[in-house]
């Protein structure tokens, strides 16, 4: 296969936005008749390299090239035209209009200057005869299964452009059968000589369909490989990489785990999102939760919170049960949360870093307790200094400061309201070296002072140097537990490297 | 059944409902006159209505439909009266104008990226200013060529007229009706209301699609325009206040959604004519005041808007549960 010339490849792509390098010369090349899988963690700069490819984006530098032929896309009706069709993660379709008008708009058959309906339609049959499918043309799409419009998707994008097929999450809201039929798709696609690029967090579906892997971290190229020669340990250790300079030294696991742990969850799960999975935390104690994008670490935090409610499970606190169906019961049961996407979720950017800081107090004390200016300000200073954020001013928007300070505003707010449980989902994401140390001394300082730490990361070192113990999640299930001296790198990504328990089908 | 097509029938039973009570109360309502009527007075508002559907359907919204409409009708009574431009000049001038309007309107909107509201408001109160300071009169318009469309009906049996402007509205729904089902620019209005961001992926033109829209509205409002001159035979800057208003109305009662994507330019005629009856069954009853016009279509918008939020609940959770194909 590797005498083939490549159908489509990138050669020393960069691309900046504002402050940081999302793509950082990165090559990548896809061959006919070979499934591609693109991996790497978030914000490794998948979806960037996608958007160049299909020119959403202007690459800084570097060359696109087509059958050896420097190209530059210049917008996605560009790219379709070059042969290059992609099928976004959420299926981006008309629900709304009929499965015929999906496939063929922009380019429908026209007769004496109207749409010619029922030629569009005898086509769009027969090209989904093609997938074996046979829907209602002329019916809405929102009628089908989601399965269903990501294969009229894929449909549409293979008969406009055929030759480079970009999947992004393709399976991400599939069930196993529906994912098999993707999947045999994929190989009468690939047999057909497309150049398919797959882009997915399922480690199993790279090994079962993917002929070769390329991954990414944070915007490098990490490697690029044959599957067959690739063992999986291997290709964890290069998702994850090891880019903590400095890993500090643990002392916390050397501690005896505490008699009492103060929190317990029983069987807390969700359908479709986690399974049940029991954990329990101590005051003093940091669990971290280790595993890949995608394997149930942001929704097991969402379940704790009470962000999406748990089908099942009980919750216990100090022996005591509680119910928690609100992210408001949860912060009455003194749970914070830091979540992981900080832009969207976390900051209020055009906020100050006081207004910001005293949030989560003020909604905590009720709207008519108000905190007064005075001791917004007292406090708002007290954790610039504690925590050493930098900014010149606490009436400045928490836009204008950088990730590290940013997430040390959004750590600030909760800890003003005196949590007894923190959840951490990604604390170090995005942010400098600098900071990124600073934020694990933090860690270990909060947990020195009693408190119980639940922090969620896709660094391995990080996690191994604060962690009492280490939740290893797979597949949306918790799998394991590691404690003491088992906490070492390698322990932890063979607990994520290996093979599922059920037998693939 | 097609949960799409709910609301538009829903619309066609309170039409039918309507109509039907009118006629039991006072059986006079029963004739060609007032269906003639009926058409003839909501013309302007029915052309209108069908810009403000399509612009509906692609997730925008039009609030300068008044203001435009009185501007053309100032326009046209300057350029007549104080002129003495032949009225064919003077509509063609009018519609040139106010394509232009809506389309650099559409332009503000797509490039700019501003929401339709803000823009359009703006046009609103550009529109309704230049009204002023062409004049601030009433103008009259005496034209034989007004007198002669005026004069232009087809007589119905039974006495009722069908006149050229009620001919022109059934002509413009007839050509929203094929545009948007059986053009491209039709699927592509529909696309942009659906999801702007899949229809853009898609490689729909949405910025032609979209200042097209709001050209074909200022095309329609203008037009709306020469017909209430026709109707009025006068030009005055304070007419047609809050005609968008009615139209909007018209369009969400029947059966548009809001929010874009999901409607049909029938719909709308069914909305504009249930506005009419009310209308004419006020006129019959005598003692009610005009604005019980108002309370009643108030509480059809709200009526249907609940019944849409209903459908588009129903339909989402139906999609939830489906199972495979």
Redesign the interface.
Known sequence: MTEHPSLLAVEGICKSFIGFKALDSVDFAVRPGEIHALLGENGAGKSTLIKVLTGVHQPDSGVIKIDGQPVSVRD??HA?NLGIG?V?QEV??????SVA??LF????P?RF???N?KLMEKSARELLTQYD?H?DVS??L????V??QQLVAIA?AVD?SGRVLILDEPTASLDR??TEILFAILRKLRSRGLGIVFITHFLDQVYEICDRVTVLRNGKLAGSALTTELPKIELVSLMLGRTLAVATHNTRRDRPAPEIRQFSFKGLGRSRSIAPFDLDIGEGEVVGMAGLLGSGRTETAKVLFGIDAADTGQIHIDGDPVLIRTPQDAVACGFGLCPEDRKSDGIIGDLSVRENICLALQAHRGWFNRLSTHEQTVLADKFVKAFDIRTTDIEKPVKFLSGGNQQKVILARWLATNPRLLILDEPTRGIDVGAHAEIIALIHQLCDDGMALLVISSEIDEIVAYSSRVVVLRDRAHRGEISGDDIVPANIMRMIAAEPERASA | MNTRLLPLYATLLICIIAYAVCVFQFPMMFSTRVAGNLLTDNAFLGIAAVGMTFVILSGGIDLSVGSVIAFTGVLLAVLITHYGIHPLIAFAIALVITTAFGASMGAVIHYLEVPAFIVTLAGMFLARGMCFVMTTDSIPVNHQFYTYLQGLYYLLPGGGRLTFIGCLMLLIFAFGIVMAHFSKFGSYIYAVGGNRTSAELMGVPVAKTTIGIYAMSGFLSGLAGIVFSLYTSAGYSLAAVGVELDTIAAVVIGGTLLTGGVGYVAGTFIGVIIQGIIQTYIVFDGTLSSWWTKIVVGILLFSFIALQRLLVLLSSKRTATLTKP
């Open positions: 996605t009706q379709q992609t976004y981006n379709l008309l629900p709304d209009m008008d999906n708009i922009g380019r429908q026209m200057g109207f749409v309906r499918l829907l019916s809405d929102s009628r089908y299964s399965a269903v549409r406009m059968h529906e």
